[in-house]
Nanobody, 125 residues
Framework: QVQLVETGGGLVQAGGSLRLSCLTS????????AGWFRQAPGKERAFVAA????????YYADSVKGRFTISRDNAKNTVDLQMNSLKPEDTAVYYC??????????????????WGQGTQVTVAS
């Protein structure tokens, strides 16, 4: 079982930055694709960013391209999301997710097997 824990959420002013981290407990991240999703009040959980297990490929939602960067450190079992130029519409609970071993990186929720509990990000205008 892969257990994921997100840290780094909080309250920030528009234009500011936050860095979210996703850590594993129990098993390592291993050869799994990892992704970040977010869910705003009254909305469905939506794709934000993803990274392949070998760090070769990254994908971003159009709404965050150029502002967010996903990265991973397999030695430390972490996947980070650097968020810059934050906007009020980025306010949501952010979830980290991991796929099964060697699964291709994807943008759909169904492609991810393990999920964290989420961390709140609030961007004040």
């Amino acid at each position: 079982q892969v257990q994921l824990v997100e840290t780094g959420g909080g309250l920030v002013q528009a234009g500011g930055s936050l860095r979210l981290s996703c850590l594993t407990s129990g098993r390592t991240f291993g050869p799994r694709a990892a992704g970040w999703f977010r869910q705003a009040p009254g909305k469905e959980r939506a794709f934000v960013a993803a990274i392949s297990w070998n760090d070769q490929n990254t994908y971003y939602a159009d709404s965050v391209k150029g502002r967010f960067t996903i990265s991973r450190d397999n030695a430390k079992n972490t996947v980070d999301l650097q968020m810059n130029s934050l906007k009020p519409e980025d306010t949501a609970v952010y979830y980290c997710a991991a796929s099964q071993n060697y699964a291709p990186v994807g943008t759909q929720r169904q492609g991810y097997l393990y999920w964290g509990q989420g961390t709140q990000v609030t961007v004040a205008s």
